[in-house]
């Protein structure tokens, strides 16, 4: 059964940082990977999505990497800002279960002013 | 606007009351699933739907009934609730599980008493 963890559970870094999320999971027969940011009381936006094809996407400020064959991924934000302020989760989707995702327990990011 | 809409956003209902929740998406989706939140546990997937009259099982689906007649809904039925289903549920569609990226409704936080 696919496993994915994030670590850390939480992150708190002063405005202008650049930081790494990680992710890693278990299974490495991965359809794809995405990165989602959740909000307090709200639903989940996807960030990026990353097919198992492929080692990175980039979007504005984040880039995310994959390494499937180390069942890991990075998420890099640069020059954090007071709203990145969010969970951050990312998720795989399965290769032999099509149609099936699993996701990471989030990290919390605490950007501070 | 794209969207997917969830209804009701907040529900408290007593032990064994049949209750839907449903989901609506506007943008044509084939794909759509249902997950639930809960401390410590992440999100789960419920049950997904690869396109009209295809479901399947995700990782928690005991005590859960889901339908796709039609391509823009996917309610998720509770048949006999339980306070153990007491959770977040979220519903998300996207074009195609594979390659595209997943869009989520907003919630629905479910109290069973």
């Known amino acids: 059964k696919q496993e994915v963890t994030q670590i850390p559970a939480a992150l708190s870094v002063p405005e202008g940082e650049n930081l790494v999320l990680n992710c890693s999971f278990t299974?490495?027969?991965?359809?794809?990977l995405q990165w989602f940011r959740q909000d307090p009381g709200k639903g989940l936006t996807s960030l990026l999505l990353i097919q198992s094809s492929q080692r990175e996407q980039t979007s504005g400020r984040l880039n995310a990497s994959l390494d499937k064959s180390s069942g890991r991924s990075t998420l890099y934000i640069a020059a954090s800002q007071p709203g990145d302020s969010a969970t951050y989760l990312c998720?795989?989707?399965?290769?032999?279960?099509?149609?099936?995702?699993?996701f990471g327990d989030g990290t919390t990011l605490t950007v501070k002013p | 606007e794209a969207q997917v809409t969830q209804n009701p956003r907040y529900l408290i209902t007593v032990t064994g009351k049949k209750l839907t929740v449903t989901c609506s998406q506007n943008?044509?989706?084939?794909?759509m699933s249902w997950y639930r939140q809960d401390p410590g546990l992440g999100l789960r997937q419920i049950y997904y739907s690869m396109n009209v009259e295809v479901t399947d099982k995700g990782d928690v689906p005991e005590g859960y009934k889901v339908s796709r007649k039609e391509k823009r809904n996917f309610p998720l039925i509770l048949e006999s609730p339980s306070p153990n289903q007491t959770s977040l549920y979220f519903c998300?569609?996207?074009?195609?599980?594979?390659?595209?990226?997943?869009?989520f409704g907003q919630g629905t936080r479910l109290t069973v008493v």
């Open positions: 943008m044509n989706h084939e794909y």
């Open positions: 299974d490495s027969a991965i359809y794809n």
């Open positions: 998720a795989v989707s399965g290769d032999t279960n099509a149609g099936k995702s699993t």
């Open positions: 998300a569609s996207s074009l195609s599980w594979a390659h595209t990226e997943a869009f």
